[in-house]
Nanobody, 115 residues
Framework: QVQLAESGGGLVQAGGSLRLSCATSGSIIRSAVMGWYRQAPGKQRELVAAVTSAGSTNYANSVKGRFTISRDNFKNTVYLQMNSLKPEDTAVYYC?????????WGQGTQVTVSS
């Protein structure tokens, strides 16, 4: 059973920083495309950032230059460093792992940015 566990969310003032972590068990992330998604109240879930097994990254336009996704294959963990946070970044952030034959989601972690 593959499990993804997010941590690191919380309440932060605008302009502040948070680092989210996604620890994975039951499968190795080295062979997966790992991504961070978010869902704000009343909105659809959207891709924030993703990193391939080769290390290529892509970001939503709204977070480019502020967020950085990284992976530590030895720790089987993916990170999302979020800087210069804005109130519009407020959402539940979900970790996603896509392997060749299956995909899994974490339970989500709340990020709230106050103005």
């Amino acid at each position: 059973q593959v499990q993804l566990a997010e941590s690191g969310g919380g309440l932060v003032q605008a302009g502040g920083s948070l680092r989210l972590s996604c620890a994975t068990s039951g499968s190795i992330i080295r062979s997966a495309v790992m991504g961070w998604y978010r869902q704000a109240p009343g909105k659809q879930r959207e891709l924030v950032a993703a990193v391939t097994s080769a290390g290529s990254t892509n970001y939503a336009n709204s977070v480019k230059g502020r967020f950085t996704i990284s992976r530590d294959n030895f720790k089987n963990t993916v990170y999302l460093q979020m800087n210069s946070l804005k109130p519009e970044d407020t959402a539940v952030y979900y970790c996603n792992g896509k392997w060749p034959l299956y995909a899994y989601w974490g339970q989500g972690t709340q990020v709230t940015v106050s103005s």
